[in-house]
Structures are given as structure tokens and as C-alpha cells.
């Protein structure tokens, strides 16, 4: 109040009688530091809503460049897993390839073992030379399988570029999706999408001229109308607007808007050389990182590029958003609307608080306009981070692929080395088996067959000498048998000629020293002839039992091997059951010939027997024997009915002579006693 009273005073102001300093403060200073007080108050709440909804912003777009980052940094991420995983993939094929060669080498040695095993075992030259053949077969497998171990291992390393290549290439595929290039796969997608795009920017555009010709027609409605409320007399009214007919819609003005082309889709090649389909451009990427999204499309965010990009992909233009309608309100307090148009046509000092920045009455901004970061600033800053990741991506598959053929490199000539010196000891294995094994059991089954042979040999000479001899002892029967039936039939013949008893007597003798001799012989060759069938077969069959029980096993020291003592029993076998069949065969035809000879021999000295073949011989000498008997007797008068007389005369002769004889003795007596008188 000072202050006004000096600058008044100072100012020589006429001040009317009726005026005070107290009521020129209250009617003319008061309003105005009202009004400054309200210009105060709106300024602070727009700079402070300004701030704030750029700090909002800023902070969205931050977020939506560190999610972009964080989003491109997890594929990065894992690409380096990835890689990671396919090196050792590659690592763990080596591993995994050598250690089936080892395996699959162990079994097949494990192979080589046994049938090297088997060949020293073998019971003959056949399978001898056949399980040579299977061990040479078994070396030729040991050095395929190095050989094809070492294809393997070469055709996984030769194999490991085109699967590096394949993981670059879907590592940058993976990592180009943040910036929106696609495979060729995704074209009818992105051209879909470019058309929806463009069909609702078409559908903006026209509703958009559609609000501003409905905005002008409705000023010029009201203009008209403020024209006819001045003027009621004067003007003219305006033609009343045709109300549509039923059944039709009324008919759309012509807003001028142009009609947007689809854009075609471009593509783009990478500095390694693969292809891409472009959905977004960086300035578009650009625009999206700039939007500020809702709580919703937040919540909704990362769940596809459906209809969640056509929200976020339209472009908006890098301008701090205006403030809105209500702040005018908070500004100014209570009051009525016409209050409000009055002061805004009174004080214009509000259009510069609601300007952005907000400015003060005299113009002058508050606030720094460019509080965030720009549009193009985020380009310059997405093509950076595009060119750098293609070069990065490019540079380090280059590193990798020439490290790696350096390593690929030394992979094969460490493996070929490996395959000539594995080879280089497989080349003496056959020389050596077949010299140290193979001659050696060789040498053993000659040996052990010359063994056989001769014992066989031994067997088969005794065993046809048997047989000769029993041929030999079966002449030397029936040549008995013929011998004894001629002297029977010839001393049958002499019975007619004995001219008396004595030689008929003595054919008979002969008769039964012939028969005792044959049967002596008989019983002879008899007991040759079962030494033959029966001790001699049983004999052999002793000495191949023998022979095979001094076969000693390798169990046992020996070099013999059970199968072949087995396979040279089975063949023995062969031998003894023909010894057995011939004793058995022999012996039946021995007790054939023994029953034969003793009925022979008993119809020979007793009565004949039917089924004996000496019965007709011998009932033709007993019969002749008899007949020559019977005529000798009563020839010579013997026997008592032929000798009964000369028995008599004999008896009568001997007692005469006896008589005599007595006489003479007592004469001789007498004569005697004569004498010695």
C-alpha cells in the first residue's frame, strides 16, 4: 500500500474526491493481483502437469527402449548358449563316435579272441583252414571299423561348418525379429498386415475429415445463427436441410482424402548374405518404442504380433502431449462457465500458461521444450544398434569359421595319424596268427591224426588179419569136415573086405581115432575161432579206448581240445561198433558151427542126429559095420548063434587038454620022483 501511495504521489495521479487509497486498492489493485495470483496458480499446474506427463513418457519410452534392449539381449543371450551348446554337441559327437569305435573294436577283438580260440581248438584241417578264414575275416573288420571311424570322425568334422552355419544363421534370424525382419515364410503375413495397416489409416484419414467438415458445418450453422439473432429483420433464413427418405442412408460428402496405396514389401539383405522381409523400418521401430502404452496393452504385451502391433505400430509425432481441457478449470476455481469466457477474453495470459511448454505472461517458456528424448535420436540410435549387430554377428562368424578350420584341421590330421598307426599294427596280425597259431595247430592235428591213421591203421590190419584168419579157419573146418567124411566113406568101404573079426576090429579103431582126431582139431580151430570173434575184437576195441584216453585236453596240459577228442571218439565209435557187429555176427556164426560140429561129433558116436550133416554117413558105416559084422560072424562061426558050436568043440578041445596036461604033469612028477630014487 506504501508502495502504491509513492508511486502515485511520484506520478503527480489525480485521484478523484470521492476516491481513497483504500478503494482504489480494492476496485482496481486487488483484481489485478487476483488475476495474478490465478495466472500463478495455473502456470504451476500446468508446468507441474507438464513435467509430470513428460516424466510419465520419458519414463514409458525408456522402458519401452530397455525392454527392446532386454528383449534383443535375451536372444543374444541365448545365442551364446546355444553356441555354447553347439560346440559341445559337436565335442560330445567325437567323444561319442570314439567311444563306440572303442566299444564296438573291444567286441570285435573280443571276437578275434574267440574264434582265434576256436582255431586252436579245431579238431581238423578243414576247420582249421575255415577259422583262419573267419580270424583274417574278423582283421578285415578291425580295420574297416578304423576306417570308418575315421570317415565318421572326418564327415562330423567336415559336417560341423554347415551346422555353425546354420546356427548363425538362425542366431541372426532370432536376433533380426526385434527389428522386424522376417523370413521369405512370413511375406503373405507382413502383406496382410500392410493392408489391415493401411485400411485403417484409409478409415482415420476419412473420419478425421469427416469430424472437420462436420466441425466447420456446425461454426457455420452457428454463425448463421448469431447473424440471424443480430440482424431478425434483415437477414435471410437459411434453407432448411432435406430430411432423408425412409429406406435410405443419407449420402456421404465428398471430404477430398486421398486414397493410400499398400505399401509393397521390401526386403533386405544382411552382411552375411541372407535374406529378410521388412515389417518395420527403424523410423517405425522408432515410433512404436515411443508410445505410451496402457495398463492393458502393457498386461497384453509380448503375446504376438496380432492386434497388439496395429495398437503400438501406429506412428505419432514427437511432441509433448497437450495438456487437457480440465486444467483450465483448476486453474481459475469457482465459477461459472460465461465467468471463464469472460476472463479468457479479459486476461489472454491464460493461452500462455496453456501453451507446451507453459509460458509466463510475458511470453517467456518456463520449461525447456525438448525434456525428451526425440524421435530421431532413437533412429540414429536403432540404426547404430542395427548396423553394429549385422557387423558384430558377421565379424564373430567370421572368427569363429576361421578358428575353426584351423581346429577342423587339426582334428583330421590328428585322426588320420591315429588310423595309420592302428593300421600300421593291424598290417603284421595276419603274418603273426598265421604263424604262431595257425602253423603251430596245424603241426598238433597232423600230428594228432597221424595218431588216429596209425591206430586206425593198426585196428584195420589186425582186424582184416582176423578176418583172413577166421576165412582161413572156416577152410581148414570144412576142409576137415571133408577129410573126416572121405575117411569115413573109405573105411566104410574096407568093411567088406576084413576077411576076419581082428581086421574088422581094427576098422573100427581107425574109425574112432578118426573120429577123435577130427575132434580134436575141432575143438582147436573152435577156440582160434572165438579167440578171433570174441578176445581179439574186444581187444581192439581195448587198445582205440586206449588211444583215446591218452588224448590228454587242454585243461589237462594236452593239446587236445574236447570237440576234437569228441569228433575222433565219434569216429572211433564207428570202428568199435564194427568190431562189435563182427564179433557179435562172428560169435553167432562160431556157436552155429559148434553146435553143428558137436551134434557131428555125438551123432558120430552115439545114434544119428536129423538135423546133422554127417548122419547119412555115418548110418551108411554102422550099417555096413553091422553087415560085415554079421557076415564075419557067420563065417567064422562067432557070436552065439554062429559060434555056439565052436565055443563047444573049443570048450571040450580045452578040457581034453587040460587033461592032458594035468597027466603030464603027474607023469613028469612021477618020472622026477623016479629019478631021485
Not at 232 to 246: Q, S
Not at 367 to 381: A, G, P, R, T, W
Request: with cysteine; net charge negative.
Amino acid at each position: 500500500m506504501e508502495n502504491l501511495r509513492d508511486f502515485l504521489n511520484s506520478n503527480e495521479a489525480q485521484i478523484a474526491e470521492d476516491m481513497t487509497y483504500d478503494k482504489i486498492i480494492e476496485e482496481q489493485a486487488l483484481p489485478h493481483v487476483e488475476k495474478r495470483k490465478q495466472e500463478a496458480q495455473e502456470l504451476y499446474t500446468n508446468a507441474d502437469k507438464y513435467l509430470e506427463e513428460l516424466d510419465d513418457k520419458m519414463n514409458e519410452i525408456c522402458k519401452n527402449i530397455i525392454e527392446f534392449l532386454k528383449k534383443l539381449s535375451k536372444k543374444y543371450d541365448k545365442g551364446k548358449e546355444n553356441l555354447t551348446a553347439t560346440k559341445l554337441d559337436f565335442e560330445v559327437k567325437l567323444a561319442q563316435c570314439a567311444d563306440t569305435k572303442d566299444d564296438d573294436i573291444e567286441d570285435q577283438e573280443k571276437n578275434l579272441d574267440t574264434q582265434i580260440d576256436k582255431m586252436t581248438k579245431a579238431i581238423h584241417h578243414v576247420e582249421l583252414n575255415q577259422k583262419l578264414d573267419e580270424c583274417f575275416k574278423e582283421l578285415d573288420v578291425i580295420t574297416r571299423m578304423y576306417r570308418d571311424f575315421n570317415k565318421d570322425y572326418t564327415e562330423i568334422v567336415e559336417n560341423f561348418p554347415d551346422e555353425l552355419e546354420t546356427f548363425y544363421e538362425k542366431f541372426e534370424r532370432n536376433c533380426s525379429e526385434c527389428f522386424k525382419l522376417f523370413n521369405e515364410d512370413k511375406r503373405e503375413e507382413i502383406k496382410e498386415l500392410f493392408e489391415k495397416e493401411t485400411a485403417e489409416r484409409q478409415q482415420k484419414l476419412e473420419d478425421e475429415a469427416l469430424r472437420k467438415y462436420e466441425e466447420q458445418k456446425k461454426q457455420e450453422e452457428l454463425k448463421a445463427k448469431e447473424d440471424e439473432e443480430k440482424n431478425p429483420k434483415g437477414g435471410k433464413k437459411a434453407p432448411a436441410k432435406a430430411a432423408p427418405k425412409k429406406g435410405k442412408e443419407p449420402e456421404k460428402p465428398d471430404l477430398g482424402v486421398a486414397q493410400l496405396e499398400v505399401p509393397e514389401v521390401q526386403e533386405f539383405t544382411s552382411s552375411s548374405g541372407y535374406k529378410y522381409l521388412v515389417q518395420r523400418t527403424t523410423e517405425e521401430i522408432a515410433t512404436e518404442l515411443m508410445q505410451v502404452k496402457s495398463e492393458e496393452s502393457e498386461n497384453n504385451d509380448g503375446e504376438g504380433e496380432g492386434e497388439g502391433d496395429e495398437a503400438t505400430q501406429k506412428p505419432s509425432d514427437d511432441k509433448a502431449p497437450e495438456p487437457p481441457a480440465d486444467a483450465q478449470k483448476e486453474g481459475e476455481g469457482e465459477g461459472d462457465e460465461a465467468k471463464a469466457e469472460e476472463v479468457e477474453e479479459i486476461n489472454p495470459n491464460f493461452e500462455n500458461a496453456k501453451k507446451v511448454p507453459p509460458q509466463d505472461p510475458d511470453g517467456t517458456k518456463v520449461l525447456e521444450e525438448d525434456l525428451i528424448i526425440k524421435h530421431d535420436e532413437i533412429k540414429v540410435f536403432l540404426d547404430k544398434f542395427f548396423d553394429k549387430m549385422f557387423n558384430w554377428i558377421s565379424e564373430q562368424k567370421t572368427r569363429v569359421f576361421e578358428q575353426m578350420k584351423i581346429d577342423n584341421k587339426d582334428f583330421i590330421d590328428s585322426n588320420i595319424d591315429e588310423l595309420d598307426e592302428n593300421l600300421r599294427k593291424q598290417w603284421p596280425r595276419k603274418g603273426k596268427l598265421e604263424v604262431e597259431i595257425y602253423q603251430e595247430r596245424k603241426a598238433q592235428i597232423t600230428a594228432h591224426n597221424k595218431k588216429y591213421e596209425r591206430q586206425v591203421r593198426q585196428c584195420l590190419e589186425r582186424h582184416s588179419k582176423s578176418d583172413e584168419m577166421w576165412a582161413y579157419l572156416m577152410d581148414t573146418v570144412n576142409g576137415e569136415i571133408e577129410n573126416h567124411e572121405r575117411q569115413q566113406s573109405k573105411l566104410k568101404s574096407s568093411i567088406p573086405e576084413c576077411k576076419n573079426l581082428a581086421e574088422l576090429q581094427g576098422v573100427s579103431r581107425k574109425q574112432r581115432d578118426s573120429v577123435q582126431s577130427f575132434e580134436e582139431k575141432i575143438i582147436e580151430i573152435s577156440d582160434k575161432l572165438y579167440d578171433i570173434a570174441v578176445d581179439q575184437s574186444e581187444q581192439l576195441i581195448k587198445l582205440n579206448n586206449d588211444m583215446l584216453k591218452s588224448c590228454q585236453l587242454f585243461e589237462q596240459g594236452g593239446n587236445y581240445s574236447e570237440l576234437e577228442v569228441q569228433w575222433y571218439k565219434t569216429q572211433m565209435d564207428e570202428i568199435n561198433e564194427m568190431l562189435r557187429s563182427f564179433g557179435k555176427e562172428k560169435e553167432e556164426e562160431l556157436d552155429s558151427i559148434n553146435q553143428r560140429l558137436l551134434r557131428a561129433l555125438k551123432d558120430t558116436d552115439n545114434e544119428p542126429n536129423e538135423n546133422c550133416t554127417f548122419n547119412e554117413t555115418y548110418k551108411d558105416f554102422d550099417s555096413e559095420y553091422k553087415s560085415g559084422m554079421q557076415n564075419l560072424v557067420a563065417k567064422e562061426g562067432l557070436g552065439k548063434k554062429f559060434g555056439a558050436p565052436r565055443r563047444i568043440i573049443q570048450e571040450r578041445m580045452r578040457a581034453e587038454m587040460t587033461k592032458c596036461e594035468q597027466a603030464q604033469s603027474g607023469i613028469e612028477a612021477l618020472l622026477e620022483k623016479l629019478g631021485q630014487l
